[in-house]
């Protein structure tokens, strides 16, 4: 069966030499974002739907250029950051739950998979990655009803602490079930589903006069420390960062 494997390239242009004929296939995938970048984090392939959404209008534009280099701030820190973490270590990134950017230069939810590029000897040579749209529900799915009632729960008190056995009840399935379900259906695990309806929440609210602690517990979060980790891990950015990035700044509040 290994013999059915393609050989390991030599090196990155080898890669992309042999990517060639097929590149315009990845043109085709209008709700996935594809690209490889070398071992500096600089795009040497990427497909059409990235070169849209970033508002440009040939691929030219972006080769040999870093993703902090392209991207919104908010953005585009968190990318690089997340490249230079796969290209130094050779861990691989899945499902990643992020905010991307979308048509019209707004935010929306992807997950993402990134995984480190080797040689024939092993060694680091660039890296390549996904962002995928996370699709419509699939309703026509035998456990939709099931599943849909843990989302509503979900978008209806994320504000609230939400346990896992919380959700198997309303659910009335396992945990095994539960999860396998929600992957099936929504693409994300339960516990990716209330971080999304959590920091969805907390985007739009970032965008009001009130207090970061405010938010924090407005959104489910026990303090604003725990807040921030989650928000910086999925957006790259702490909320202050966020909010300035948005223009908009709470009122002091008095002491």
């Not at 749209?133 to 849909?148: E, F, G, M, Q, T």
Request: charge should be positive.
């Amino acid at each position: 069966m290994l013999d059915l494997l393609p050989p390991a390239p030599a090196d990155l242009p080898s890669l992309l030499a042999s990517l060639g004929a097929v590149a315009p296939l990845f043109d085709a995938l209008p709700g996935v974002v594809f690209f490889i970048k070398d071992e500096a984090a600089r795009y040497v392939m990427l497909n059409q739907t990235l070169v849209q959404r970033l508002g440009y209008r040939h691929k030219a534009e972006l080769l040999g250029r870093r993703a902090e280099e392209v991207f919104p701030d908010r953005f585009g820190t968190l990318y690089t950051a997340q490249d230079h973490q796969v290209l130094a270590s050779g861990t691989q990134l899945e499902d990643q739950l992020e905010l991307h950017l979308y048509p019209g230069r707004q935010a929306g939810w992807c997950l993402t998979h990134k995984l480190a590029l080797r040689d024939a000897q092993g060694r680091i040579i660039g890296m390549a990655g996904v962002s995928c749209d996370l699709p419509s529900a699939h309703s026509n799915h035998p456990a939709y009803r099931k599943v849909a009632a843990v989302d509503a729960h979900i978008r209806q008190h994320y504000a609230q602490p939400i346990s896992l056995g919380e959700l198997t009840a309303i659910a009335g399935l396992s945990v095994a079930q539960l999860e396998r379900h929600c992957k099936r259906i929504f693409q994300l695990s339960p516990r990716q589903m209330i971080h999304k309806a959590r920091l969805g929440a907390a985007t739009q609210l970032l965008g009001q006069d009130l207090p970061i602690t405010e938010i924090a517990l407005r959104c489910g979060y026990t303090d604003h420390s725990a807040f921030s980790r989650q928000f910086k891990a999925h957006t790259g950015l702490s909320p202050s960062q966020y909010r300035d990035s948005l223009g908009t700044r709470a009122q002091p509040t008095a002491p």
